[in-house]
């Protein structure tokens, strides 16, 4: 393998991208001749302090992996240098390759404690190999897309957009991230990278420093805006309402040019706002924005929405790209059925629901989430919409499933439309969602986690 200084992991290597405590147990199935099926399901047994619901993201994503998993000669290769595994196995893992099917929520799911993001069934050692994997793919997603929704939430429609790339926790992370915030209703991001890839519009304006480099603030509007017009101009570099001024005067200097907002990126954001908006009202120029940036969260933003501070477009950096009031989901990978029989942990406070599961979402009259039933996925449906879907069969990904994935903008628009008050409050505290278990579960659980 290359051992050089990579910025990012190869896909092709991804099959190493685990932990080793799974390559030993693969090599112990293998050496007792454990090949039955087994499904394990991917849940969180409770949501962060500070969310309602998280949104699922990142399952497509991860099906695709597993489906075209390989472990290459050069992997087998490191392997064997580490002495712990036998040239047997080897040979049997240089021919591996995932069989099984996925079952996974739809990109963009509002999902609740000890629901499956996913369920995978295959023979144990394949479905176990993906742990690492997966998690790793689920949890960065449903992090940041449950991170943004809440952004989405609190501008109650006006435009957000990702500035949050130079602080995140990796080049993976940043690139990865910006498809959850495209699922999450994102309008823009500045991440050149990341906007390509997944499909999400590039915004930005210019830095301080750019205006810094000028010897007249002025003169730097003016290039800049004769260069790309309908820019967004950073105001606040010396004095914001002075920079403000020097626009207005720019334009009626100039008025064949075309200014589309200013950028206010310090300050009272609130009342520079208002102040900006007068002036370029006052001067005929309401069609200039105003975008505000600045240590922005989804608390910050409701407060300048409930203010009816006329800002059009928030930035969000930091407390965006690293999830600062919730980083981490307590995701869990759990063996739920083995060779035909249902398993559970018993340890104490990490009990798991034992069987393979469809989560069945109630909506009242008005189209609101009513209330969702977790049930045995072989038992007779309760009522309600089924939600886990396949997406791989025998290995195969479902072509029709996973461009259901190009939709989850629109169908996160359309959840949050249909999201209870409880839900939609952006405060800590339970929502009061009804979340139900079929008998039929209760009592498979009671057996097996007693």
């Not at 720019?250 to 609130?270: F, H, N, T, V, Y």
């Not at 977790?374 to 791989?392: I, M, N």
Request: glycine letters at 8%.
């Amino acid at each position: 393998m290359n051992t050089g200084p990579l910025l990012q992991v190869a896909d092709d290597d991804l099959a190493l991208l685990t932990d080793l405590y799974q390559l030993t147990m693969l090599q112990a199935y293998w050496k007792e001749g454990m090949h039955a099926r087994a499904t394990f399901s991917l849940y969180f047994r409770k949501l962060p302090a500070s969310r309602r619901f998280m949104l699922a993201c990142g399952q497509q994503h991860a099906a695709a992996v597993a489906s075209r998993l390989r472990f290459r000669p050069h992997h087998l290769e490191c392997l064997a240098a580490t002495g712990q595994f036998d040239a047997e196995f080897l040979a049997w893992l240089g021919e591996w390759h995932f069989s099984g099917d996925i079952w996974a929520l739809p990109e963009g799911t509002p999902v609740f404690p000890n629901q499956p993001l996913l369920e995978v069934e295959a023979p144990i050692a394949e479905a176990q190999l993906l742990e690492s994997l997966i998690m790793n793919l689920v949890q960065l997603e449903t992090l940041l897309a449950s991170k943004a929704v809440r952004l989405v939430l609190a501008a109650k429609g006006r435009p957000v957009v990702d500035f949050g790339m130079r602080r995140m926790h990796g080049v993976d992370a940043a690139v990865r991230g910006v498809r959850a915030y495209r699922t999450a209703g994102l309008a823009g991001t500045s991440n050149v990278l990341g906007g390509l890839r997944h499909d999400l519009p590039l915004r930005g304006t210019m830095a301080h420093s750019y205006i810094l480099a000028h010897d007249d603030e002025h003169e730097a509007f003016r290039v800049f805006a004769r260069q790309y017009p309908g820019t967004t101009l950073l105001v606040d570099t010396y004095d914001t309402l002075d920079g403000v001024r020097g626009l207005i005067a720019l334009l009626d200097d100039e008025p064949e040019l075309r200014i589309g907002a200013i950028r206010l990126d310090s300050g009272d954001l609130g009342e520079l706002a208002r102040a900006s908006r007068r002036l370029l009202d006052d001067a005929g120029h309401s069609q200039v924005e105003i975008v505000a940036s600045s240590g922005l969260d989804e608390h910050k933003i409701a407060a300048l929405v409930a203010q009816g501070a006329p800002i059009d477009v928030f930035g969000v950096g930091t407390q965006l790209g690293v999830s600062a009031d919730a980083p981490v989901i307590d995701l869990s990978y759990k063996l739920v059925e083995y060779a035909g029989t249902p398993r559970a942990k018993r340890s104490p406070g990490k009990l798991n629901l034992p069987g393979r599961k469809q989560i069945y979402r109630c909506h009242d009259e008005q189209g609101q989430l009513a209330g969702d039933t977790l049930a045995l996925r072989d038992e007779a449906p309760p009522p309600g919409t089924p939600l886990l879907e396949k997406l791989v069969e025998g290995g195969h990904l479902d072509a029709e499933q996973m461009a259901l994935a190009e939709q989850a903008p629109q169908r996160v628009a359309e959840t949050l439309r249909r999201l209870p008050a409880s839900l939609r409050s952006l405060e800590s505290g339970d929502s009061g969602y009804p979340l139900t278990f079929t008998l039929k579960l209760e009592q498979l659980a009671e057996r097996h986690c007693r």
